[in-house]
């Protein structure tokens, strides 16, 4: 996996994952299977700033390309950060 993040200004950032994988499958006695895939997930996190915590929240649109082409969705993320102590 490999990410790439944009500040936009200094709470909005841009960003982009770029996601493969290879895989085998055993299907029967010595036969196997492979399947491969390749994401690439843009995306925008937002972050509000409070008193004593910042609030995270996040969308990004994963696209299959290649052997994944056609496969899609909407990923939201939500972060809390604050101080431990």
Same mark, same amino acid.
């Given at each position: 996996?490999? +990410? %790439?993040?944009g @500040? %936009? $200004?200094r $709470?909005? &950032?841009? @960003? %982009? /994952?770029f996601v493969g994988?290879a895989? *085998?499958s055993?299907?029967?006695?010595? +036969?196997?299977e492979n399947? &491969?895939? =390749?994401?690439i $997930?843009p #995306?925008?996190? !937002?972050?509000?700033? @409070?008193k $004593? @915590? *910042?609030? +995270?929240?996040?969308?990004?649109?994963?696209i299959?390309? #290649?052997p994944s082409?056609g /496969? !899609?969705g %909407?990923?939201a993320?939500l972060?809390f /950060?604050?101080?431990? =102590?």
């Amino acid at each position: 996996m490999t +990410v %790439v993040i944009g @500040l %936009v $200004n200094r $709470n909005l &950032n841009a @960003l %982009v /994952e770029f996601v493969g994988s290879a895989e *085998q499958s055993v299907v029967s006695s010595g +036969v196997t299977e492979n399947s &491969n895939s =390749f994401i690439i $997930n843009p #995306g925008l996190r !937002y972050a509000i700033d @409070l008193k $004593n @915590l *910042q609030i +995270v929240p996040g969308i990004s649109v994963p696209i299959g390309i #290649g052997p994944s082409k056609g /496969e !899609y969705g %909407v990923m939201a993320y939500l972060s809390f /950060e604050h101080n431990l =102590f």
